[in-house]
């Protein structure tokens, strides 16, 4: 029974992994079929873009430019290329517009973009945002297309080039209001011919804002203020200090050049110093190698202006008095003596008539100095008699007599005192006592300082004192006089 059961048991496991392993093999072998997926064209260049942009966006590649080509559009179209590979570029017409190199055939350059895909024609082509030439300045290619260009046009023809007015006394300058540029060239146009009347038009010249304010500063004077729309500035100064190729890049920039060919007024270029040369230079009426040379070169000193007209004047007269002299013989030639004489008389007459109205002047004025002349002297004499300083004097010579007076009298009243003291000094002397104790006298003197005038008031026994011219001596009464 055990037996019998375990073998059912075998069976049944046998059947089950028979099963199980049927079924396995029919999944297998389901997994094989691929899964159908439909795209649309769109859908796969659209797949293919987005491969394309996640791996192949902002990179450089090299090459040498060929098949350059310019839409009329505005978008640029070009191949680069190599040794063993090429590829197709686009560049779109904002982008081209900012480029400041233009690409053309046969430049070896290093270009940044992005690759893209054309589905038109399942192609993928580079789409360019900046282009850089190898062993090439950009810049001075920039440069020297920009002047091809332009020459092509013919805006540096000498024939367009407008002369300067002479004497210009509005003067309209574009350029930045700090530094040194604005304040030499007012020093020096100031120093030549004062007076000039100048305007400045503040413009940054160096950076990105620069372009634009520097083209609305030169519209602003061709446009001008003046009367009748005529504008205000007869000559424009477009001016900036010295600096690299990149610091003068504004005045390289097509869009200034251009404003200055549009301007009505002729315009000066004076940019950098002598050595740096701009597209401006060329497309202005007249270059200067510096500001300062520019103040110079529009307007001539007012010295010279002044000279130059004396020597008109005396050339005009001189010329004048030829033609006179000329007149004269040719109408004695012509026989018009009475023409002479009439022309003589009336002229005579109208002298004569000067030389009564002189006279006339002349005694009017001397008249008029006369009474001018007496009128002074009686103010003269009326102030004369205010005058102080007589009555001064006076006053002066009676304070000399007064002091002279008083001194007179204090030396006398002195010498008088001087007298009585003297006086009085001998009496005293005649009345002093020991001028008579100098001839053997002597004053006794009891113990109070009283004079003993007789034995009487001297007792036995009393102390004394006798006093001499020069000393004095105690003494003691032994005896009383009896």
Not at 2 to 12: E, H, M, N, P, S
Not at 97 to 111: A, E, H, W, Y
Not at 198 to 211: D, E, K, N, T, Y
Request: with cysteine.
């Amino acid at each position: 029974m055990v037996v019998g059961a375990c073998c059912r048991g075998r069976l049944w496991a046998g059947r089950l992994r028979t099963v199980t392993l049927g079924l396995q093999m029919e999944q297998f072998s389901l997994s094989f079929l691929p899964e159908r997926r439909i795209y649309s064209l769109r859908e796969l260049s659209d797949g293919i873009r987005g491969a394309l942009e996640s791996r192949f966006t902002n990179i450089w590649i090299s090459g040498e430019i060929s098949g350059t080509k310019l839409a009329p559009s505005g978008h640029g179209y070009f191949t680069l290329k190599d040794s063993d590979a090429q590829i197709k570029c686009v560049c779109w017409k904002l982008t081209y517009m900012r480029l400041k190199f233009k690409p053309q055939d046969g430049i070896q350059v290093l270009v940044r973009g992005r690759v893209d895909i054309y589905e038109l024609r399942s192609e993928y082509q580079f789409v360019v945002e900046t282009i850089e030439p190898q062993g090439h300045g950009a810049l001075q290619l920039a440069f020297e297309q920009l002047r091809a260009r332009l020459r092509a046009e013919g805006l540096f023809d000498d024939a367009r080039k407008r002369p300067l007015p002479r004497y210009p006394m509005r003067i309209g300058i574009v350029t930045s209001p700090k530094g040194a540029v604005i304040r030499d060239f007012v020093e020096v146009l100031s120093r030549r011919f004062p007076g000039v009347h100048i305007r400045l038009f503040p413009a940054q010249v160096q950076g990105a804002a620069s372009i634009e304010e520097v083209c609305r500063g030169i519209r602003y004077f061709g446009l001008g203020d003046g009367a009748g729309g005529v504008p205000w500035a007869q000559v424009v100064v477009v001016a900036r200090g010295g600096g690299s190729l990149e610091d003068l890049w504004t005045f390289n920039e097509e869009a200034v050049a251009r404003a200055i060919a549009a301007c009505p007024v002729p315009v000066v270029s004076a940019i950098g110093h002598e050595s740096d040369v701009t597209i401006s230079d060329f497309v202005a009426d007249l270059r200067a190698p510096t500001p300062s040379a520019a103040a110079a070169m529009i307007i001539c000193e007012r010295k010279e202006v002044l000279d130059r007209l004396k020597n008109r004047e005396a050339r005009m007269a001189e010329l004048m008095r030829y033609r006179f002299a000329l007149f004269s013989r040719r109408l004695h030639e012509q026989a018009a003596g009475r023409a002479a004489s009439v022309l003589h008389r009336g002229i005579a007459r109208r002298v004569q008539r000067v030389d009564d109205n002189t006279a006339r002047l002349h005694a009017a004025l001397r008249s008029q100095v006369a009474a001018r002349d007496r009128k002074r002297r009686q103010l003269e004499a009326r102030l004369r008699f205010f005058d102080p300083r007589p009555r001064l004097a006076r006053s002066r010579e009676r304070l000399n007599a007064l002091v002279y007076r008083a001194e007179a009298a204090i030396h006398a009243g002195v010498g008088r005192s001087q007298r009585r003291i003297e006086n009085a000094e001998t009496k005293l002397e005649q009345l002093n006592p020991r001028l008579v104790l100098t001839r053997g006298y002597a004053i006794v003197l009891d113990d109070g300082g009283a004079i003993v005038r007789n034995a009487a008031r001297a007792p036995e026994g009393t102390e004394l004192r006798l006093l001499f011219a020069a000393d004095a001596v105690k003494a003691k009464v032994t005896e009383s006089p009896g």
